[in-house]
């Protein structure tokens, strides 16, 4: 069986899931709770001068009968005194020696951030994450991803913080950026240990049609919310995955956005982070999600005859390459499986009206193809035009039943030929043009 | 007595309708003698467009409240649902009812009464489901429809004939109320062929529709028939509708003969009413039943009792005339024995109305069934002006296919009247196998697989 432990920027964690700073990391009991759960880490909601907060704080995207599929939040910092959070951190070290414990810090001047890592290493903390990302309120006096976007600022402030720091620190960055890169290379050069990403991205996310106040409403106005939740999972992991495969770079990574079952988490890994951390999945259903991604990750290693996390980290960074470098001549098309087809049509319709008008819908008597396990006796057919077929993946996508619409390589008798390479055969008059679609 | 099923909650209704694939030339659509744009409508529930809901609906289906209760969805729309295969289809009929009942509950209007008349006016004889799906479509199309309904109010059996816990008479009349309002005259308590000759309504009308139904009674022909304690279960079902239930007459031991729905609405609805015992008898065996199979379960879940190859010889009666029993012979084995009533109800099929469409219109032609012979898809009989659609042409199907027929009427009426095409409610279009390329559910109705 899989050893899930890992050591992060020298942080040692019985699994790679951390919790992420946020409203399930806010107290001493909550962290207690998640540690019996079975988390291997917590990062604390971010401390610095409490705050006061708003109601309300949350909103969310809903699709169909799917909830929280994305999810946003106004809240602040903790609104807890540093020294109650300080003292809590104590404790809970204290009680579960064995586990990851970060505090998350976001202050204003040098002498603050001296001051809070201090005081952090004294409770006891395995490291520190500096919150350069959140990007609602914070950043409207000069914190957060005020300074998670201007990577001078960020390198200027990391380098403070190294100056007194004996523990690893973990700079978060913001989304809210062009280059992603940038911002890493920014804390790599202030002195980090390590990067976290992503924090959320600013967002509206619904206005209400009756009272043309987008939500979360407060007091008749809303504001622009931090975006999270399973929607925003693919921005993730190409921010992620941007920072391992940046030549320049090169530090550990911790990877957020999106993260709520084992798949999520192996994806992460398999794009470059070490570890991964979880907030809007546990404010949807508990801390109790972590069994399944310790038993998923675990059995799914087992299944790959991997030891540890650490053989997955970064697999599938170099399959990720600029699009001049991919093969023009890979050829795939649709096959539709007449046996498992419900005959929704639905492929049809798509192909039809969205991508390349390649499906047709035919008799299935007079074609031969019969009747699947739940179409009608006289209903026509979904087929694929296989000479016509792009081999774009519309179809596979949209079809209801899994494994009835698969994607088949037709083998090519072309070499495999990349764009740049067609331009430079072009340019030396090797290779006729390829000819313009009809 | 509640209707059987509870209706669907707002919640469960979004639930619902969000489960559905939306796929495109739905076989639902294809499964309806209506052509109800199933999708579009389930759509828009899940948008919280209910009323807009219902109008696709209504639009294509006058008596879409009724029928949400009455269709026997799981061998129509909900038969052929693509996630019914291994999965739960999805409640079409429950959707439709939570639609239409939205809009009636709100007194919503979500179909519109034509501004241009045509100054055509059309007869309907029969103000049941064809009559109504008929004068309905004339009325949008601009065209004055008047029916002619021998009761006291419209809807046939719909208003009368359908067992309660499964719809109310209320439904029923609240359409009556939505045709008329779409400007069709409805003259009640008009009896055509006493009242009105056919001659009479072919030279005042510029068409007639003739919807007339079938007949109440059929009847054993075995000894001791007539006489107190027997009677036709529809009019058992009827008392039902028009009385008070208390003053329904229930025997203690009701004993139904027949093997079709209403034999089952009958004993059912005996048993629910509180007979201490009540049996259905069938002559042949239960495979044979032309009742829907869930219709025969709900009758099992009811306690009804049933026995089969149960060929009726004679009504037993006390010295007094007084109902006793039915002395039955076994089909198969020849044994005799005698079941024993104190109330018999007979449903043993409507008579067809032959007789009195010959009194009507003596040159229609009518098929060796009795029925009027028609063109499905027209409703044209063998006389130019006259069309028939419901009961009295297919010979008794559903009231869905009743609405259907009486719309294709209409739309042929209004082209034989106008020279125009009536434009049908546009619904989905198909390829590659050649059949008419709109309203597919409408023109030529497919039954799902397995029924």
């Known amino acids: 069986m899989a050893d899930l432990s890992v050591t992060f920027a020298g942080i040692r964690s019985p699994n790679p899931f951390w919790l992420a700073s946020g409203p399930p990391t806010n107290t001493a009991y909550q962290a207690h709770r998640a540690f019996e759960a079975g988390w291997g880490g917590i990062v604390w909601k971010t401390i610095g001068d409490p705050t006061p907060n708003v109601a309300s704080r949350y909103s969310a995207l809903r699709l169909g009968n799917k909830r929280m599929v994305g999810f946003n939040n106004i809240e602040l910092i903790s609104d807890r005194s540093p020294e109650t959070n300080f003292r809590e951190l104590k404790e809970i070290k204290h009680r579960w020696p064995d586990r990851a414990l970060i505090a998350s810090l976001m202050t204003d001047t040098r002498e603050h951030w001296h001051d809070l890592i201090r005081r952090g290493e004294d409770a006891g903390v395995d490291g520190f994450e500096l919150n350069f990302g959140c990007p609602h309120g914070m950043c409207e006096r000069g914190m957060g991803s005020a300074v998670g976007q201007n990577p001078d600022v960020a390198e200027k402030i990391t380098s403070w913080v190294m100056e007194v720091a004996s523990k690893p620190v973990i700079v978060k960055l913001t989304p809210n950026i062009t280059d992603i890169t940038q911002a890493a290379r920014a804390a790599k050069r202030g002195g980090a240990n390590a990067i976290s990403l992503i924090n959320t991205i600013r967002s509206i996310t619904q206005v209400n049609l009756d009272n043309f106040v987008p939500e979360p409403y407060v007091d008749g106005a809303s504001t622009h919310g931090g975006y999270c939740g399973p929607a925003v999972k693919p921005i993730a992991l190409n921010m992620v995955q941007n920072c391992a495969q940046d030549s320049e770079f090169g530090l550990p990574i911790s990877g957020i956005g999106g993260i709520s079952n084992w798949r999520d988490a192996a994806e992460f890994l398999a794009l470059g982070a070490t570890t991964i951390q979880v907030c809007t999945a546990v404010m949807h259903h508990g801390f109790r999600i972590v069994e399944d991604m310790i038993d998923g990750l675990s059995a799914y290693l087992d299944s790959k005859s991997m030891e540890s996390p650490r053989e997955l980290v970064g697999r599938a960074v170099p399959s990720l390459r600029k699009w001049e470098d991919l093969n023009l001549n890979f050829k795939r098309v649709a096959r539709i499986d007449h046996d498992t087809c419900i005959g929704c049509n639905l492929c049809h319709i798509a192909c039809e009206d969205g991508a390349h008008q390649c499906i047709d819908l035919l008799d299935p008597e007079t074609t031969g193809i019969g009747y699947g396990p739940g179409r009608m006796l006289g209903k026509a057919a979904p087929v694929v035009r296989e000479e016509d077929c792009v081999g774009c993946n519309l179809c596979s996508l949209v079809c209801p039943v899994d494994g009835c619409v698969s994607m088949v390589e037709i083998p090519s008798k072309e070499a495999p030929m990349s764009w740049s390479q067609y331009q430079s055969r072009l340019s030396k008059g090797d290779i006729a043009p390829i000819p313009a679609h009809p | ?451």
């Open chain 2, 1 to 451: 007595m509640e209707e059987i099923h509870a209706p669907l909650s707002d919640q469960a209704a979004l639930a619902e309708s969000q489960r559905c694939l939306y796929c495109y030339d739905a076989p639902c659509i294809h499964a309806c003698p209506t052509g109800i744009d199933v999708p579009t409508f389930i759509k828009k529930i899940a948008t919280g467009e209910v009323a807009s809901a219902a109008k696709t609906i209504l639009t294509a289906n006058i008596l879409g409240a009724s029928c949400a209760r009455v269709c026997p969805t799981e061998v129509l729309c909900e038969g052929a649902c693509v996630l019914g295969h291994d999965h739960e289809p999805i409640p079409i009929g429950l959707l439709q009812r939570h639609a239409t009942d939205f809009v009636t509950a709100h007194g919503i209007s979500v179909l519109k009464r034509p501004t241009e008349k045509s100054g055509f006016r059309v007869a309907i004889i029969g103000g049941g489901p064809a009559g109504l799906g008929c004068a309905a479509e004339l009325a949008q199309l601009g065209h004055h429809a008047v029916i002619f309904e021998k009761e006291s109010n419209a809807g046939g059996l719909n208003t009368r004939g359908v067992a309660y816990y499964k719809m109310k008479p209320r439904v029923s009349l609240d359409e009556v109320r939505l045709v008329e309002s779409l400007g069709v005259e409805i003259q009640t308590g008009v009896n055509v062929g006493e009242d009105l000759t056919g001659e009479e309504l072919l030279s005042e009308y510029d068409a007639v529709f003739v919807a007339i139904g079938l007949g109440s009674e059929s009847h054993l022909g075995i000894a001791s028939e007539y006489g107190p304690g027997v009677r036709s279960a529809l009019d058992f079902i009827r008392d039902i509708h028009e009385m008070p239930l208390e003053e329904v007459e229930i025997g203690k031991s009701v004993l139904v003969i027949g093997g079709g729905n209403t034999a089952i609405d009958a004993v059912s609805q005996a048993k629910r009413l509180g007979a201490p015992s009540a049996t259905l008898a069938y002559r042949r065996k239960e495979v044979d039943m032309s009742a829907y199979t869930f219709e025969v379960a709900l009758a099992r879940a009811a306690e009804c009792r049933m026995v089969f190859e149960a060929k009726p010889v004679e009504v037993v009666r006390d010295v007094e005339g007084n109902l006793a029993g039915v002395k039955f012979i076994h089909s198969s084995s020849g044994k005799e024995w005698i079941e024993p009533c104190d109330q018999l109800l007979l449903a043993i099929g409507q008579p067809k109305q032959d007789s009195l469409l010959k009194k009507l219109f003596p040159a229609l032609e009518i098929d060796a069934r009795g029925c009027v012979t028609t063109d499905p898809l027209t409703g044209r009989t063998s006389l130019p002006k006259i069309f028939s659609g419901g009961d009295c042409a297919n010979g008794g199907k559903e009231v869905v296919n009743a609405v259907g027929e009486g719309k294709k009427a209409a739309m042929e009426i209004h082209r034989m009247l106008t020279g125009k095409p009536a434009t049908p409610t546009k619904q989905s279009s198909r390829q590659g196998i050649t059949r008419p390329p709109s309203g597919a559910g409408l023109w030529n109705p497919i039954r799902p697989p397995n029924h």
